[in-house]
């Protein structure tokens, strides 16, 4: 009769998996590109590598797959969608293997589709990665706890190993385990010799992105000093505590049960570790001044025990608390999918943010710290196309010998991502820029007597560079409201003197050599 009852469990948890791989497929409005960020993980994969200037090399495979099969949007998203139904499916695992049953798993499940999640798992980022392998490592642990088979030391060093060559950030969730045995009785498992075998196995995984970071003088270290000056920064511990509400808050009851329950309740003493995790992951992401969705690789399994706690508890003569909890979620949630997901065209989406007062939430705050009609996230997946088609007729008003001596360049990694992107569509070039990893792969030598720019600058006719160009003209510029990249210009520049030549190259040096630790 269990047997019968686990497999249908399993079933049921099969089917929300595939809802929740689906489900962002159905929501998106069409009208939205391919993030910016997408748009550069794209263009790694044409230079494949074992690391790039901000993020190890597995993201890459991933996109080098994308481009083998046509890189639409439906590929470009498979694959956040797809780790986010394997990272449910954990998740999922462990409620069952703790005895949870129906009401666990949905309200997992709820906690998947209406809080971050929604957002992470449809955008092409490592941070979809980095929550699997998190996850994984927890999922590992709590198996080994029960079970004492070395081999799920293994499972634990081998996505140790993955985690890291998807995103650096996955270090801090490691730490924060082996704090989390080192303070509790599983601290036990310090003392067990195929754990060391299993980091080792994790240390020559990442071995060969470590050598490449070496042998390009660690170029992570410049991309986290950029980000500490242009970004991280304007981070704060309230701020961040703040977030770590909000992010989840449809479900907040729900990982919150989970904490209490790993830290508090004397049957959960075998899985206190991962509370206390949870707790040194926090307190190192606020020493080290990170993203607030940085920690999000942590939630999952405490969405897992949270949602067995609270089944238990809201059993028996307390079963009226289920609807209570539902009823919950799903009113935050139709206040909070809106804004993880862009599921209504720009102007309804604003009006939408508008008329419920949702700028209050911080949720419309961009990098600048001001409020926006949309979040930063959707601007930066509008604009591109109108870009390139922009560009492409710069580029067509020179005639064929002209053609055969121009560059594109552009100011940042997302307008060189979509030139790039729509290159086939538009019959462009290829398109440069000195913006993240794309100023590796400027080309040692390049001559050129024309130079299509595009620049977020709108003052950029009035720069001194100007006058050391033949002429100048200022073709168009990008009109889309919703746009983050409304107001970027498309200039044509013919012509250029010995002394632009000479700053160029020298620009371009400085910036390679900046980017070097």
Not at 2 to 8: A, P, T, V
Not at 30 to 44: C, W
Not at 262 to 277: D, E, S, T
Not at 283 to 291: E, P, Q, T, V, Y
């Amino acid at each position: 009769m269990r047997q019968i009852k686990i497999s249908k469990l399993n079933r049921f948890l099969l089917l929300l998996t595939i809802v929740k791989f689906i489900l962002p497929f159905l929501l998106q409005s069409s009208v939205y590109e391919p993030h910016r960020d997408e748009l550069l993980y794209l263009a790694e994969a044409h230079h494949m590598a074992w690391g790039f200037m901000e993020a190890p090399p597995l993201l890459s495979v991933f996109a080098w797959l994308t481009n083998l099969f046509g890189g639409g949007m439906f590929w470009i998203k498979f694959w956040p969608s797809l780790f986010g139904a394997f990272t449910f499916i954990l998740t999922g695992k462990i409620i069952l293997s703790l005895g949870g049953k129906w009401f666990a798993l949905l309200i997992t499940f709820f906690a998947f589709v209406m809080g971050a999640f929604l957002r992470t798992h449809y955008l092409f980022q490592p941070g979809f990665l980095e929550i699997f392998f998190c996850t994984a490592i927890a999922f590992s642990l709590i198996r080994f706890s029960e079970t004492g088979k070395n081999n799920w030391l293994y499972a634990m060093g081998s996505s140790i190993g993955l985690g890291m060559m998807s995103k650096y950030s996955v270090a801090f969730f490691v730490v924060g385990i082996l704090f989390g045995l080192l303070v509790t009785s599983q601290r036990k498992i310090l003392k067990n010799k195929h754990l060391y075998f299993a980091l080792l196995l994790a240390l020559l995984i990442f071995l060969p992105n470590l050598i490449w970071q070496s042998l390009h003088h660690f170029p992570v270290v410049y991309h986290m000093k950029e980000l500490q000056q242009t970004q991280l920064q304007y981070t704060n511990p309230i701020s961040f505590l703040t977030d770590q509400l909000m992010m989840n808050l449809a479900c907040i009851f729900v990982w919150m049960a989970g904490l209490i329950y790993l830290l508090f309740f004397r049957n959960a003493k075998q899985y206190r570790f991962i509370g206390w995790a949870y707790i040194f992951v926090i307190i190192l992401l606020l020493l080290g001044r990170g993203k607030s969705y940085y920690s999000l690789g942590a939630y999952p399994v405490l969405f897992a025990f949270g949602a067995y706690h609270l089944e238990k508890f809201s059993s028996g003569k307390r079963m009226f608390l289920r609807y209570i909890f539902v009823a919950f979620i799903l009113f935050i949630g139709y206040y909070s999918v809106p804004i993880l997901l862009p599921i209504f065209k720009p102007e309804k989406l604003a009006a939408f943010y508008q008329k419920h007062h949702l700028e209050k939430t911080g949720a419309l705050k961009w990098e600048d710290l001001q409020n926006h009609p949309l979040p930063q996230d959707f601007a930066d997946m509008l604009g591109w196309e109108e870009m390139a088609k922009k560009t492409a007729k710069a580029y067509n008003s020179l005639d064929d010998n002209e053609k055969k001596s121009t560059i594109i360049f552009c100011d940042n990694y997302g307008q060189a991502g979509a030139l790039n992107y729509y290159a086939h569509k538009y019959n462009l070039p290829q398109t440069y820029s000195d913006n993240a990893s794309f100023l590796y792969w400027l080309p040692d030598s390049e001559h050129f007597e024309n130079v299509v720019l595009i620049t977020g600058d709108e003052q950029e006719m009035q720069h001194p560079f100007i006058k050391e160009f033949q002429s100048a003209v200022l073709k168009d510029s990008i009109t889309n409201f919703y746009a983050r990249e409304k107001g970027s210009l498309i200039i044509v520049l013919r012509g250029p003197n010995a002394d632009f030549r000479k700053s160029f190259k020298e620009k371009i040096n400085k910036d390679k050599a900046k980017a070097s630790w």
